[in-house]
């Protein structure tokens, strides 16, 4: 059972499908001052540059509305784009529409409560419109705020009813199609499910074989299922079309660790060096170092748990053994954080294995951002770990916030 990493492996995840990163920054709520009174509250409001003349009707202000929010979301600008669209919702509340562009607008500016309840709203008008469902799986799946394992499941099934949908459709739109493939893809690899994720990838590359978003997804679930030369393929190909993308060049360099090529250093470095805001370099310390921070978290256990863990081996690799990846089926992807090795909810039978415990200082390396970070995740994942030692499984760890 493992500790698994953050997700590190979507090209372009950190933005919503078909709109550039958001810019804009949320306005402070003010604080409380002397007698309980807030301060007064005039939040700055970037104005809608449709042009609106006083002699229309509501409906031509709506579709004026609507088409100016689309212009500023394809631009970028999604302060304007949430007037626009926040506007057109007044006058047409019903409009599916502008909810659904209330939500990419507000999204985008990294005001998820407010896009969620925008997105939510889009679907009580019409739960079944394909572009709508492709928005709100997009946002549960890739927002940029935490995404655990409900948004996931979310995102797919949003992503699935809209795929549904859209081949049920007379005419059919082969890009929505291929973007919903890719959705299902992406949030099934994170799951767990790569082997499933490679069913909808074949599917998305069948309507839109030049998707470098595509074979991106399409080399994360190979490189998941440890078939690292057909991931590093994958990748290959994928970087003949968007030779810029920062999590291809990583996804290829840490499939490339896996072949034992040099070439692999490289690909790290020019990742980090293509996104530097969002991709660090590996927070390596020595084998002694980490040991040490194992020691201090065992000190700190109860006696009874300590007496527990000395009973077993507590491990340290750089990188997961391939037996170990291949223990369940399908594998353990290869960027787990460490992995319980013995019998989860029973007593050891006199021919089982020795237990033991391995965290793995590569992977913890690269799932942090700093030195003080890593000493939390090591902390956290050998936790985790003991959890399973102690009879618990996956879900009861979540119960618990132990992820």
Same mark, same amino acid.
């Given at each position: 059972?493992?500790?698994?990493?953050?997700?590190?492996?979507?090209?372009?995840?950190?933005?919503?499908?078909?709109?550039?990163?958001?810019?804009?920054?949320?306005?402070?709520?003010?604080?409380?001052?002397?007698?309980?009174?807030?301060?007064?509250?005039?939040?700055?409001?970037?104005?809608?540059?449709?042009?609106?003349?006083?002699?229309?009707?509501?409906?031509?202000?709506?579709?004026?509305?609507?088409?100016?929010?689309?212009?500023?979301?394809?631009?970028?600008?999604?302060?304007?784009?949430?007037?626009?669209?926040?506007?057109?919702?007044d006058l047409?509340?019903?409009?599916?529409? $502008?909810?659904?562009? *209330?939500? /990419?607008? +507000? !999204? %985008?500016?990294?005001r998820d409560? @407010? &896009?969620?309840?925008?997105?939510? #709203?889009?679907l009580a008008?019409?739960?079944?419109?394909?572009?709508?469902?492709?928005?709100?799986?997009?946002?549960?799946?890739?927002?940029?705020?935490?995404?655990?394992?409900?948004?996931?499941?979310?995102?797919?099934?949003?992503?699935?009813?809209?795929?549904?949908?859209?081949? $049920?459709?007379?005419? *059919?739109? /082969?890009? +929505? !199609? %291929?973007?919903?493939?890719?959705? @299902? &893809?992406?949030?099934?690899?994170? #799951?767990?499910?790569?082997?499933?994720?490679?069913?909808?990838?074949?599917?998305?590359?069948?309507?839109?074989?030049?998707?470098?978003?595509?074979?991106?997804?399409?080399?994360?679930?190979?490189?998941?299922?440890?078939?690292?030369?057909?991931?590093?393929?994958?990748?290959?190909? $994928?970087?003949?079309?968007?030779?810029?993308?920062?999590?291809?060049?990583?996804?290829?360099?840490?499939?490339?660790?896996?072949?034992?090529?040099?070439?692999?250093?490289?690909?790290?470095?020019?990742?980090?060096?293509?996104?530097?805001?969002?991709?660090?370099?590996?927070?390596?310390?020595?084998?002694?170092?980490?040991?040490?921070?194992?020691?201090?978290?065992?000190?700190?256990?109860?006696?009874?748990?300590?007496?527990?863990?000395?009973?077993?081996?507590?491990?340290?690799?750089?990188?997961?053994?391939?037996?170990?990846?291949?223990?369940?089926?399908?594998?353990?992807?290869?960027?787990?954080?460490?992995?319980?090795?013995?019998?989860?909810?029973?007593?050891?039978?006199?021919?089982?294995?020795?237990?033991?415990?391995?965290?793995?200082?590569?992977?913890?390396?690269?799932?942090?951002?700093?030195?003080?970070?890593?000493?939390?995740?090591?902390?956290?994942?050998?936790?985790?770990?003991?959890?399973?030692?102690?009879?618990?499984?996956?879900?009861?760890?979540?119960?618990?916030?132990?992820?």
């Open positions: 059972m493992p500790e698994k990493a953050a997700d590190f492996k979507h090209a372009g995840s950190a933005q919503p499908i078909g709109a550039a990163a958001a810019t804009a920054t949320l306005p402070s709520k003010g604080s409380m001052v002397e007698g309980g009174v807030k301060p007064h509250r005039e939040d700055p409001v970037i104005d809608c540059p449709a042009k609106l003349t006083d002699n229309s009707d509501d409906d031509a202000k709506v579709t004026a509305l609507l088409d100016e929010a689309n212009k500023q979301i394809e631009a970028g600008t999604f302060a304007a784009a949430w007037t626009c669209a926040d506007r057109a919702a047409s509340p019903s409009s599916v529409e $502008a909810n659904h562009l *209330r939500g /990419a607008a +507000l !999204a %985008a500016l990294g409560s @407010e &896009a969620a309840t925008a997105y939510a #709203l889009a008008l019409d739960p079944d419109d394909p572009e709508t469902l492709r928005a709100v799986a997009d946002f549960y799946i890739n927002g940029k705020g935490e995404r655990g394992r409900d948004s996931l499941r979310l995102g797919l099934e949003l992503a699935q009813r809209g795929s549904r949908r859209a081949l $049920a459709r007379r005419r *059919r739109n /082969a890009p +929505l !199609a %291929a973007d919903l493939a890719v959705l @299902e &893809a992406q949030a099934l690899n994170d #799951l767990g499910r790569s082997d499933e994720a490679l069913e909808r990838i074949d599917a998305a590359l069948r309507i839109a074989p030049g998707r470098g978003d595509a074979l991106h997804e399409k080399g994360v679930a190979l490189f998941d299922l440890s078939r690292f030369a057909d991931a590093k393929a994958a990748f290959q190909k $994928a970087l003949g079309i968007q030779p810029e993308d920062a999590y291809t060049h990583q996804m290829l360099g840490l499939t490339l660790e896996q072949l034992a090529d040099p070439a692999a250093t490289s690909e790290l470095e020019r990742a980090v060096k293509l996104a530097p805001g969002e991709l660090t370099p590996a927070v390596l310390i020595s084998t002694a170092e980490f040991q040490k921070e194992i020691d201090i978290v065992i000190a700190a256990l109860t006696q009874e748990r300590r007496d527990h863990v000395k009973q077993i081996k507590v491990e340290i690799e750089d990188l997961p053994l391939a037996d170990d990846l291949k223990a369940v089926n399908p594998p353990f992807p290869p960027t787990i954080l460490g992995l319980y090795r013995g019998p989860v909810g029973r007593a050891p039978a006199p021919d089982d294995e020795p237990s033991s415990i391995v965290l793995y200082r590569k992977n913890l390396a690269r799932a942090v951002k700093t030195r003080t970070e890593l000493t939390e995740q090591i902390r956290d994942t050998l936790l985790h770990e003991i959890g399973h030692l102690e009879g618990l499984d996956e879900d009861d760890l979540r119960r618990r916030g132990m992820e």
